[in-house]
């Protein structure tokens, strides 16, 4: 009996902790969308408008293809793409490798895949996707305007997330593109946990380049709350 009540008092205790630590996650993801960082950044007449996308779950930063001397397709490779015609803009997000790659839809996500994403750090991959039309201000699409140096500088970071090889090109995934999408995966450097997300990457990004962001947006609704219609 005793040692049913001693298993019965840690099994409690973990219990308690364990809704203590939740709290204090989603306690603090509250607290830092409204902590936030380049407040005084305003953008000048020389300006570019970019865009962060979502779906609700996942952001991601869509951005012109080509911009002054830096071109995404000296890097890319185009015919690693369905044949299409140059797209003005390219949606970049960065996330889990297991769950960019085993969940295509989110029909397809399983507690396992999940738990492992968000408790172990886990690899990741580049998602890279063709935008068929240009991006306007909607609900799935929040513009931001940038300075244009401060979008060479959000293209250098973006830049420095993708896996390279020798000849400095990214490292195709050569598998699981989205269907009724014109996208592809790649090696990325970086490690995917709770505490640094997929949306915790796109806020870094933007925050990197100036922008007003939170100081820490584990989730969208996080990066997208200081994003004015």
Request: proline share 4%; aromatic share 14%; with cysteine.
């Given at each position: 009996?005793?040692?049913?009540?001693?298993?019965?008092?840690?099994?409690?205790?973990?219990?308690?902790?364990?809704?203590?630590?939740v709290a204090l996650y989603f306690g603090s993801v509250w607290v830092c969308k409204y902590v936030?960082?380049?407040?005084?950044?305003?953008?000048?007449?020389?300006?570019?408008?970019?865009?962060?996308?979502?779906?609700?779950?996942?952001?991601?930063?869509?951005?012109?293809s080509k911009h002054l001397d830096f071109d995404w397709f000296e890097f890319l490779d185009s015919?690693?793409?369905?044949?299409?015609?140059?797209?003005?803009?390219?949606?970049?997000?960065?996330?889990?490798?297991?769950?960019?790659l085993e969940i295509p839809t989110w029909d397809d996500l399983t507690l396992k895949v999940a738990?492992?994403?968000?408790?172990?750090?886990?690899?990741?991959?580049?998602?890279?996707?063709?935008?068929?039309?240009?991006?306007?201000?909607?609900?799935?699409?929040?513009?931001?305007?940038?300075?244009?140096?401060?979008?060479?500088?959000?293209?250098?970071?973006?830049?420095?997330?993708?896996?390279?090889?020798?000849?400095?090109?990214?490292?195709?995934?050569?598998?699981?593109?989205?269907?009724?999408?014109?996208?592809?995966?790649?090696?990325?450097?970086?490690?995917?946990?709770?505490?640094?997300?997929?949306?915790?990457?796109?806020?870094?990004?933007?925050?990197?380049?100036?922008?007003?962001?939170?100081?820490?947006?584990?989730?969208?609704?996080?990066?997208?709350?200081?994003?004015?219609?």
């Open positions: 009996m005793k040692s049913l009540r001693k298993i019965l008092k840690w099994g409690l205790r973990f219990v308690l902790l364990l809704i203590v630590c936030t960082v380049n407040n005084k950044y305003q953008p000048t007449k020389d300006y570019i408008d970019i865009f962060v996308s979502s779906n609700g779950m996942h952001t991601d930063l869509v951005i012109p015919n690693q793409f369905e044949a299409a015609p140059r797209p003005d803009y390219l949606s970049f997000g960065w996330g889990d490798k297991g769950f960019y738990a492992r994403a968000v408790l172990i750090p886990s690899e990741t991959a580049m998602h890279v996707t063709y935008c068929r039309t240009a991006p306007y201000n909607s609900q799935y699409f929040k513009k931001l305007q940038i300075e244009r140096q401060k979008l060479d500088e959000l293209n250098q970071h973006i830049l420095s997330y993708f896996e390279c090889n020798a000849l400095n090109k990214p490292q195709l995934i050569d598998c699981c593109r989205y269907d009724n999408v014109n996208d592809n995966f790649y090696e990325a450097h970086g490690s995917y946990h709770g505490f640094f997300t997929c949306n915790n990457w796109t806020n870094k990004c933007l925050k990197e380049s100036g922008i007003k962001t939170a100081i820490w947006a584990p989730f969208a609704s996080s990066v997208l709350h200081n994003i004015k219609d």
